[in-house]
């Protein structure tokens, strides 16, 4: 039994895009395109030098084409977007902050957030602190002395 080439075509089309789904980003969906072409050509009865430069045209043309894309929507969050833009905001503990207990709340503008020390130090109810980065959706704080503190 002889395995005509379109079969071989179509299995590495779906071989690739099966591989997408385990990917981050658009990389190997654009061989399997490539790959679906070439099978289409072989279908037609195109000679294999034809698939093959089919296969690596369009799979070079999809891939230069969406890596353009890509990177216009994917640049790097300016500072100050999404949950970055508390850091160095002050805000007033709530609940003691303690790296044992596991607790500690924070009021920070008209929000309360889970927060942990930076320094895993005890901050007690009252005190006044300042973000220092996010940790999933717990704030990280360091206490600020009373004379600095600007508000929350």
């Given at each position: ?12 089309a ?9 990917t ?24 294999f ?16 084409v969406s890596r353009?894309?890509?990177?216009r ?11 970055d ?5 002050r805000g007033l503990?709530?609940e ?10 924070v009021?920070l ?5 889970r927060?942990?020390?930076?320094t ?32 929350d």
């Amino acid at each position: 039994m002889v395995i005509k080439i379109w079969w071989i075509w179509m299995a590495l089309a779906a071989a690739f895009v099966v591989g997408e789904m385990f990917t981050a980003g658009f990389f190997l969906l654009w061989f399997g395109a490539g790959a679906a072409a070439a099978g289409v050509l072989a279908l037609l009865n195109v000679s294999f030098p034809w698939q093959l430069a089919a296969f690596v045209l369009v799979s070079g043309i999809l891939l230069a084409v969406s890596r353009r894309f890509a990177e216009r929507f994917s640049r790097q969050q300016p500072p100050g977007i999404g949950a970055d833009r508390f850091i160095g905001l002050r805000g007033l503990v709530l609940e003691e902050i303690d790296s044992v207990k596991n607790s500690g709340r924070v009021r920070l503008q008209k929000e309360e957030w889970r927060a942990d020390s930076e320094t895993e130090e005890t901050i007690p109810v009252g005190a006044r602190v300042e973000v220092v980065r996010m940790d999933g959706t717990h704030l990280v704080v360091k206490r600020v002395p009373e004379e600095n503190s600007k508000g929350d």
